[in-house]
């Protein structure tokens, strides 16, 4: 599988990620479940640049890798020659910097991601095919969270809340070979 990723920018109040477009590649493993239902797995590689640009100062471009390795459910819609499809994953996205004078280039940041998708699928035989999609991967940056339990003089009370955002939505259109084997 192949394709293209369309990142953005993500400021963090001291300046902005600016993180570059992109080539993407990787692998999907689909396995039939029920009719018209499978369970995907996948893996996602691309190698932006990314350009930070301080609140004050000058920017900074670096040379980073991102990985997405998700599992999901992929539901077809109808049967034929051409299948459309839609998908949503969970799974992890993984940042990191290459090497540069510098920097460290040990860092590594894990975020909780979702993917959701759409597309089609076009069979050439029974066997052989090509997959078109086009999908969001999200990773979610959590940030905190708390619980209040209280007794007082007019009564019981409670709350939960969990602080969360999403740094930066990578858009990909893709698309890859399909080797069916059938049972």
């Known amino acids: 599988m ?10 963090n109040g001291y300046g902005k990620y600016d993180l570059h477009n992109t080539f993407l590649y990787g692998a999907r493993l689909d396995v039939q479940v029920a009719d018209l239902s499978y369970v995907e797995l996948s893996v996602r590689r691309n190698d932006p640049s990314l350009t930070y640009t301080p ?15 998700m599992a999901g459910f992929l539901k077809e819609f109808k049967t034929g020659k051409i299948v459309p499809f839609g998908l949503i994953s969970a799974g992890t996205s993984r940042y990191w910097i290459k090497e540069k004078a510098g920097v460290d280039e040990n860092y590594r940041k894990w975020f909780f991601s979702t993917e959701f998708a759409l597309g089609a699928k076009m069979f050439f035989s029974d066997n052989f095919g090509l997959r078109l999609q086009a999908a969001v991967t999200t990773p979610w940056d959590f940030a905190g969270g708390g619980m209040y339990w209280g007794v007082g003089g007019g009564g019981t009370g409670g709350s939960a809340s969990m602080t969360f955002g999403i740094p930066v939505a990578h858009w990909d259109l893709s698309a890859g070979i399909i080797i069916r084997i059938k049972d």
Not at 55 to 69: I, Q, W
């Open 2 to 11: 192949a394709g293209y990723t369309f990142s953005g920018e993500a400021d």
């Open 55 to 69: 609140v004050v100062g000058e920017p900074s471009e670096f040379n980073t890798g991102t990985a997405h390795y």
